[in-house]
């Protein structure tokens, strides 16, 4: 009977074989895992600050309304380093910065990307009209002037003119910096802030630019479904 139990408990172990097989098997399937893992825990990090963001950006422009009248009123204009600096003077009472960048560089991450990865901006042109500031929670956000056709056709906007559009990272100058993962886009238009892709979010796919990915993360339940 002790010859019985004593081989059934021999037979029954684990040898260092097996045992070092069975570890070897979870670090396989944990490597294979960790980085969906991660990348899932980004995403709604990220989509908690895009948030937060689209709340701050709402409250400043309707505040700024409240002040100049109406977007359509503010003289937007592409290419005009006074338009954009009346529309950042109408937003910065309203913003708690900790560093600003009148048109230089040190408050956005280099090089920005297109959700297809290719580089939309490879670093910080002094021929741009922009200016872009850090909040004291961390965001970087960038505002420029686009021009209308370019809103209509990339931003899915339906506007007959130029309009302010603000750029958030939000998480900084960490990586990717691309468009529709962690650098998203809003319109201010003569009905106020509008998420980029309100109105068309058929660009806002893997090989696409990125630029209408807001409305379709609003659409998705602020969530980015289209990464999958």
Avoid at 39 to 44: F, G, T, V, Y
Avoid at 108 to 132: C, E, I, R
Avoid at 163 to 168: E, I
Wanted: aromatic fraction near 12%.
């Amino acid at each position: 009977m002790r010859f019985f139990i004593s081989e059934l408990k021999k037979n029954s172990a684990f040898t260092l074989a097996e045992v070092l097989i069975t570890l070897g098997i979870i670090g396989v399937v944990a490597a294979m895992t960790m980085p969906s893992l991660n990348q899932k825990l980004a995403d709604q990090k990220n989509m908690s600050t895009l948030k937060k963001a689209y709340s701050v950006l709402q409250q400043a422009t309707n505040l700024a309304i409240s002040e100049h009248e109406a977007p359509e009123y503010w003289g937007m204009v592409d290419n005009d380093i006074d338009a954009v600096t009346n529309v950042y003077n109408y937003y910065r009472p309203y913003f708690n910065m900790m560093r600003e960048c009148q048109n230089k560089p040190g408050c956005w991450g280099y090089p920005m990307k297109y959700l297809n990865g290719t580089v939309y901006w490879d670093a910080h042109n002094t021929s741009w009209y922009q200016y872009a500031f850090t909040l004291t929670d961390g965001m970087n956000i960038l505002i420029d002037i686009y021009p209308q056709d370019m809103l209509n056709t990339s931003f899915g906007m339906d506007v007959d003119h130029d309009c302010a559009v603000f750029f958030v990272d939000v998480n900084a100058d960490r990586l990717p910096n691309q468009i529709g993962s962690d650098v998203f886009a809003f319109v201010v238009t003569d009905r106020g802030l509008q998420p980029a892709g309100i109105e068309n979010t058929d660009d806002c796919t893997l090989s696409g630019n990125g630029f209408t990915c807001v409305a379709r993360i609003i659409r998705d339940g602020w969530t980015i479904k289209y990464k999958k």
